[in-house]
């Protein structure tokens, strides 16, 4: 059984106990192994902000590490709401990266954990004009800052 396979049930079964009629499809995109649920309960399981979501993910990482030490790390998704929030959150930051442009104004994010950092950061990596910065802290949820590349 593959590591993605396990999680699947892993998942099936957690939400199976929580009393969700799911289908679970596996996804070996590019961001890497995917689980997309589908669901009429989707707003249920994706939560304020996608906060419930996380935490699933969590959990299924956290059961799969115990079984399979050297597992990758997967991906939950439901509804395809992860990739429509990214899709989203890159094209704010691109919007923005083109006022720091214009105006040479900063421009701050909302705050977001390290993988959606990441992702902004990467958008931004090969810019010539326009950076992102995270905001210094402890927190878990950091901002991130576009400036102008100073020369």
Do not use: C, W
Not at 64 to 69: A, E, G, T, Y
Not at 88 to 104: I, N, P, Q, Y
């Amino acid at each position: 059984m593959t590591p993605l396979e396990h999680a699947r049930h892993i998942l099936d079964a957690m939400l199976g106990y929580l009393g969700f009629v799911v289908q679970i499809e596996e996804d070996s995109g590019p961001e890497g192994p995917t689980l997309q649920v589908l669901t009429d309960d989707s707003d249920a399981l994706i939560g304020r902000r996608g906060e419930t979501l996380e935490d699933i993910q969590y959990l299924v990482n956290r059961i799969l590490q115990r079984h399979i030490k050297d597992a990758p790390r997967i991906r939950v998704d439901v509804e395809f709401y992860r990739s429509m929030r990214e899709d989203k959150m890159v094209a704010r930051a691109k919007e923005l990266g083109e006022r720091v442009r214009a105006t040479g104004q900063n421009a701050d994010l909302p705050p977001m954990n390290s993988y959606y950092r990441r992702l902004i950061h990467n958008v931004f990596v090969n810019d010539p004009e326009v950076m992102s910065v995270s905001q210094d802290g402890t927190a878990r949820f950091k901002r991130i800052v576009l400036k102008r590349r100073t020369s």
